[in-house]
């Protein structure tokens, strides 16, 4: 069984506000041996300990309108089992397994850890840059951790903007394809400091208890006041036990961000759990210069916290941990495997959080996520704030834009009902809209995106046309 369109979102996202605190704390220098124990607070903040928003900056909601949703009474078997040799994208899943966002809104979480891109900018040596844009890759990942919710598929031609001047940036979305449905995004520095752009079209495979997609399009960063862009590509991602079992998450793969102006490269592994999850969350890697010279050591988890040291440091550490080599804990015998169509992938036991090597420097933590995250999707402190709609908003916000979709607004507000019904009638008014246009032989024209290529892999890319902030929105179409 295989689908590489419709589905796809419902593994993929690329990811609470940032305290000044993240500044200094990512300059801290390590003198011991430390253990984070994130399993005791399990990143649950305090209700209240947000501190106010001042200097006329608006604040943001810090919960939804309705807890989540139960999904214990459905079963994604009882779905997939009657699709049998069909594509994913030719499936339609209950809407109890959504969770209420638009992929495009979820895209916009890259920017949640948005002030490492500020930190680079002002930053005057290269190395020490690309150590805050690797932090900033990786932050983009993080809040996947534990969103086993699908954001719901963006419609063609829907939108998403999000301005957050206390973070300093704006940021625009689009749907500019549906088969195969590519997203489009393009977010930039309010003080003229970076832009941040770029297109995602994963591939999607169905693995029979788990769901992979395998990240398409390039991610591009630009460090205006350097002259300097990156760009990457995300990690995989993978959602197990889609049939039977407890879902949960990993990312794996390697990704390489390039810096195109000096040469310099980080490479980091985010590695595969394992046989007995040993390595779950794990991401490993360094930099190197233009010769392939390595630079500075980088490790930590992607669910909570990256720090980096220089090589010398790292390897003789290395080489008193295998001198050390502690003996192995024993594993529990478990008897022969049963067939892996028969049982769950088991939810592998949670590891002993980063050992960290004396003299590293943190780069990089994850934010707090709020104290009733677990009934809201286990959506971060940011993620709840982006399907906010205040009142007068939609006098200023395109028709397209995704805090006006009924459905996901039904979902948002606990209905249910209204939510699976509205969605059906979208869906539908979309196929109605594709025919028509068959009928006339017209082609769909984006808005706020273009195809070319990008200026600096020269591979496939959407870009940014300009000129959304003007809201000339006369010519949007009616999609909800």
């Not at 301005?163 to 520095?189: K, M, N, T, W």
């Not at 390595?279 to 490790?299: S, T």
């Not at 286990?378 to 709609?389: I, M, Q």
């Amino acid at each position: 069984m295989n689908g590489e369109e419709e589905f796809f979102d419902a593994v993929t996202g690329f990811d609470s506000d940032n305290s000044s605190g993240e500044f200094s704390e990512a300059n801290q220098k390590v003198t011991g041996m430390i253990d984070l124990d994130s399993s005791k607070s399990n990143r649950i903040g305090k209700i209240g300990e947000r501190p106010p928003q001042e200097n006329g900056i608006q604040k943001h909601r810090t919960s939804l309108p309705a807890p989540m949703f139960t999904r214990s009474d459905f079963s994604v078997w009882s779905i997939l089992k009657k699709c049998i040799g069909l594509e994913l994208s030719k499936i339609t899943m209950p809407i109890a397994f959504n969770e209420p966002l638009s992929f495009l809104q979820r895209i916009t979480e890259y920017m949640e850890h948005v002030y490492l891109i500020h930190k680079a900018s002002h930053q005057s040596q290269p190395l020490e840059r690309m150590q805050s844009v690797a932090a900033f890759a990786v932050s983009a990942v993080a809040s996947q951790w534990e969103r086993t919710g699908k954001p719901f598929n963006p419609l063609l031609g829907e939108t998403y903007e999000l301005i957050r001047e206390d973070l300093g940036f704006r940021f625009i979305s689009e749907q500019v394809s549906h088969h195969p449905p590519i997203s489009a995004f393009y977010s930039e520095g309010l003080n003229q400091d970076f832009v941040f752009h770029g297109s995602i079209y994963p591939k999607l495979k169905f693995w029979g208890k788990s769901v992979e997609a395998e990240p398409r399009g390039t991610i591009t960063l630009e460090l205006l006041e350097h002259n300097e862009a990156y760009t990457w590509t995300n990690p995989t991602c993978c959602v197990h036990n889609v049939i039977i079992g407890k879902l949960w998450i990993e990312q794996y793969g390697m990704v390489e961000i390039l810096n195109h102006r000096t040469g310099d490269k980080c490479v980091l592994n985010f590695k595969p759990c394992g046989l007995f999850g040993k390595e779950l969350h794990k991401v490993e890697g360094h930099i190197q210069d233009k010769n392939k010279k390595k630079l500075f050591m980088i490790y930590g988890k992607w669910t909570e916290c990256l720090w980096g040291i220089d090589p010398v440091s790292y390897e003789s550490f290395k080489k008193q941990e295998r001198r050390g080599d502690h003996p192995r804990k024993a594993r529990p015998d478990d008897g022969s495997r049963k067939a892996d169509s028969d049982v769950a992938d088991d939810v592998p036991v949670v590891q002993e959080t980063v050992q960290v090597i004396p003299g590293s420097t943190l780069l990089w933590r994850i934010n707090t996520r709020p104290p009733n995250s677990a009934q809201m999707y286990n959506f971060t402190s940011f993620t709840v704030s982006l399907n906010e709609l205040k009142t007068g908003m939609e006098k200023t916000l395109p028709p397209t834009d995704c805090r006006l979709r009924p459905d996901i607004r039904g979902m948002e507000n606990g209905n249910m009902d209204l939510a699976s019904q509205e969605k059906e009638r979208l869906e539908e008014k979309q196929r109605e809209a594709r025919r028509e246009r068959a009928k006339e032989e017209a082609e769909w024209q984006t808005r706020w995106f273009y195809p070319g290529n990008n200026p600096y892999t020269g591979t496939s890319d959407w870009l940014y046309a300009g000129d959304y902030f003007e809201r000339n929105f006369s010519d949007c179409p009616d999609i909800y």
